[in-house]
């Protein structure tokens, strides 16, 4: 008798129940919340160590420069004219262009040497807004083109998140293009001025405080051997972010409550970082485009990451803006123009370059004595550099 084999059936599989899934996706969760922070945290290392490869890079462009010129650039230059006036020239951002691998871009916009800013503005925006990385902390929330309207055209401009310290000067960039001589406390030399529309003299007719004079100015260019505070003791230049998230606001002690939104119950005006192919800044219709250009500079006069950013430029006497040795920012009409504090992307402080080419974390929190004697070259202040390095 023949036995037949029983066929074997394959074992059935059974899928996953709702509640493992559940599980398992609520496992998948909590992995992907605990390594998020990590990645985050990881990529902002990498910016930051990129932004400070960008300080270094402008330290060896600004050595260079003085291993060649036997001095620093000037923070702008001028020309006079023959009609009683000078006029802008160049700046220390254009200058450094061939210390920086960018000659092929500074070739293109002067190649006769003459260092005009007629000729940055005339080689057209395939050039100014071209994007530098070296010139931008990657971490900036700042726009890729930035509209400045100093040019009879409307025009973008690439950006640039570093500024050069002018010291712990107010340094107020105070034009009044009215035809009116205004006051204005500030590190420029008197003696350079810009002509109105209408014809008149206008431009900066105070003096800087010499005490609080930084490595960078109008008209002065200062040696390495001249910084007798010690280069090493000297900030150079830092991090002058900007971006939605910097509000300006009118007055020495100015704070939430007077900023443009709150004071004009209009939209909300903040600081945008100038183009690096011009130290000029201007916006000729702020409550459309939404912002103010600062400048090339900023001061350690005011505290590092403070925000909202005071708007030197339009504070008056009355909002409480006078200094120290009793100089006050005068009101200028159709100024629209910041200068303030360095302001850093990322939190708890800034990346400062000083003139010995080292690169720096300060604290937001520094002692305000410590701080202005960071931003001058002859303050004669001493303090203990390995005390406030983070």
């Not at 120290?324 to 302001?343: L, M, S």
């Not at 004595?369 to 004669?380: K, M, P, Q």
Request: contains cysteine.
């Amino acid at each position: 008798m023949c036995k037949h084999a029983r066929a074997m059936r394959p074992a059935s599989r059974r899928g996953f129940t709702l509640i493992e899934l559940l599980v398992v996706m609520a496992i998948i969760s909590i992995l992907i919340a605990l390594l998020l922070p990590a990645v985050q945290q990881a990529r902002e290392a990498a910016r930051r160590t990129q932004c400070r490869n960008n300080l270094k890079q402008y330290g060896i462009a600004i050595h260079s420069f003085h291993d060649l010129y036997s001095k620093l650039p000037y923070y702008d230059r001028s020309q006079p004219a023959g009609d009683g006036y000078h006029y802008a020239q160049t700046w220390v951002g254009i200058d450094l262009l061939p210390f920086i691998e960018a000659n092929n871009i500074f070739k293109t916009a002067d190649d006769d040497g003459t260092f005009l800013y007629s000729d940055w503005y005339n080689v057209g925006p395939e050039i100014t807004n071209t994007q530098l990385a070296f010139a931008r902390c990657p971490s900036s929330a700042q726009a890729d083109a930035i509209q400045i309207n100093i040019l009879p055209e409307v025009r973008l401009w690439a950006p640039m998140t570093y500024a050069f310290s002018s010291g712990a000067n107010l340094a107020p960039w105070c034009t009044d293009f009215s035809g009116n001589d205004e006051d204005a406390p500030s590190s420029y030399k008197a003696d350079w001025n810009s002509t109105a529309e209408s014809g008149s003299k206008s431009g900066y007719i105070n003096p800087p405080n010499e005490a609080l004079l930084g490595p960078f100015m109008r008209t002065r260019a200062f040696r390495l051997g001249q910084i007798k505070d010690g280069t090493s003791n000297t900030i150079c230049m830092g991090e002058a972010t900007g971006g939605p998230e910097w509000p300006i606001c009118h007055g020495r002690d100015c704070d939430d409550s007077q900023t443009y939104a709150n004071l004009n119950g209009t939209s909300d005006v903040y600081l945008a970082d100038f183009g690096w192919a011009t130290a000029e800044p201007g916006a000729t219709d702020t409550e459309a485009i939404g912002y103010i250009t600062s400048s090339g500079i900023a001061s350690t006069f005011w505290e590092f990451n403070r925000n909202p950013v005071i708007d030197n430029m339009m504070a008056t006497a009355a909002a409480g803006a006078s200094r120290d040795n009793g100089d006050v920012i005068r009101d200028c009409d159709n100024v629209e123009h910041v200068v303030g504090n360095f302001r850093s992307p990322h939190p708890g402080g800034c990346f400062f370059l000083l003139c010995d080419g080292s690169v720096q974390w300060f604290g937001e929190t520094m002692d305000e004595s410590i701080r202005i004697a960071l931003g001058t070259v002859n303050g004669g202040e001493t303090f203990n550099m390995g005390s406030i390095v983070d």
